[in-house]
């Protein structure tokens, strides 16, 4: 079956420093990867996603690239701040009769200023 | 944001008793799903529907039922809460099966 492992948090940067959030995928067949973050208190929302090999998706200056050889889509930042600071997902989506999102477990970052 | 709404956003309910939470959509998307977040577990899903009165397992569907009756509700109904079911729910909507999936607020469930 489909999961996702990404590396275990907590994460604690200072500003301005990089991150890099790893993640990992096994699936079957081309599935879509995606990010989601979720602030404090909210639900989750999409930052960015990829839906084939070598694509990157990017947004908010966070980017990932799908790469199917070593089948990961790490999540990075050149400089984070501190409105960064929340808990990051990242999932997939097989796609055909297979509805769901298969999520990881989520990192959490802390971004002190 | 798409526009989903929650309710109740919080609850809490006693061990036994009945509990209905609901996912109102104003996208018109076909796909929607309910999901409960526990620490150490990330999101797993409960149930989805891809169409009116068209549902179907997730993979921690036990002790939970769902209804769809018109395309903008879906509703999550506990038939008799346990406190193994304490937990935050969310429910997405898509508007096709393989694209990103768009989160409601939440309903934080307290069973006591």
């Known amino acids: 079956g489909n999961s996702v492992t990404q590396m275990e948090g907590p994460v604690t940067l200072s500003e301005e420093a990089f991150l890099t959030i790893n993640c990992t995928y096994t699936?079957?067949?081309?599935?879509?990867l995606f990010w989601y973050v979720q602030y404090p208190g909210e639900g989750l929302q999409l930052l960015l996603k990829a839906t084939k090999a070598d694509d990157k998706g990017s947004n908010k200056g966070f980017e990932a690239t799908y790469r199917k050889e070593t089948t990961s889509f790490h999540l990075e930042k050149g400089s984070v701040q501190v409105s960064d600071s929340a808990v990051y997902f990242c999932?997939?989506?097989?796609?055909?009769?297979?509805?769901?999102?298969?999520f990881g477990k989520g990192t959490l970052l802390t971004v002190n200023p | 944001d798409a526009g989903i709404t929650q309710s109740p956003r919080h609850k809490v309910t006693e061990t036994g008793t009945p509990v209905t939470l609901r996912c109102h959509q104003t996208e018109n998307h076909r796909y929607m799903y309910w999901y409960r977040q526990d620490p150490g577990h990330g999101l797993r899903l409960i149930h989805y529907s891809y169409g009116v009165k068209d549902t179907d397992k997730g993979e921690v569907s036990d002790g939970y039922s769902v209804s769809r009756s018109k395309t903008e509700d879906f509703l999550l109904t506990l038939e008799s809460a346990t406190s193994s079911q304490t937990s935050v729910y969310f429910c997405a909507i898509s508007d096709s099966d393989r694209d990103e999936q768009y989160f409601g607020p939440g309903t934080r469930l307290t069973v006591t």
């Open positions: 699936a079957t067949g081309y599935p879509s």
């Open positions: 999932a997939l989506h097989s796609g055909g009769s297979n509805y769901k999102l298969t």
